[in-house]
C-alpha cells in the first residue's frame, strides 16, 4: 500500500512498557489509521470503534471477544475486531501491522 498526501504524527502511541508502538496517520479524507510494531508477547486491548488490523509481517493469535479460542493470524491476514469491546493477542513473531479504524476510532 502507498499512502500518498497524508499527515503522519511524529509521536508515537506507546503500550505495554513499550513493547507496541504504533504512528497515527491520517488520511486526505480525514481517515484514521495507525502503523505499528509488536515485540512478541501477549497483549490485550480495548476498542472505542470498530478496527480491522492487517498483519504486514509476523505472526500472531488473537483471542476476539466471546471466541473460546484463539485464532492464527499471519503476513496477509486480517483482523477484525468490534468496537467496545477487548481481545488479546500472543505475539509470536515480531508483528508489523496496519490498523484501521472504523466510524470515529481512536488508537489502540
Known amino acids: 500500500m502507498q499512502l500518498k498526501n497524508v499527515e503522519i504524527h511524529k509521536r508515537a502511541n506507546i503500550y505495554h512498557g513499550g513493547q507496541v508502538s504504533s504512528r497515527t496517520v491520517i488520511m486526505p479524507d480525514g481517515e484514521m489509521k495507525t502503523l505499528g510494531i509488536m515485540l512478541p508477547g501477549t497483549y490485550r ?64
Not at 55 to 71: E, F, I, M, Q, Y
Not at 75 to 99: K, M, N, Q, R, T
Open 45 to 108: 486491548f480495548s476498542t472505542e470503534a470498530a478496527e480491522t488490523i492487517e498483519v504486514t509481517a509476523g505472526h500472531c493469535r488473537v483471542k476476539l471477544p466471546d471466541a473460546n479460542d484463539w485464532s492464527e493470524y499471519a503476513s496477509g491476514d486480517s483482523i477484525d475486531v468490534p468496537a467496545d469491546a477487548h481481545f488479546d493477542i500472543e505475539v509470536i513473531d515480531l508483528l508489523d501491522y496496519l490498523c484501521h479504524y472504523h466510524a470515529g476510532a481512536s488508537p489502540s
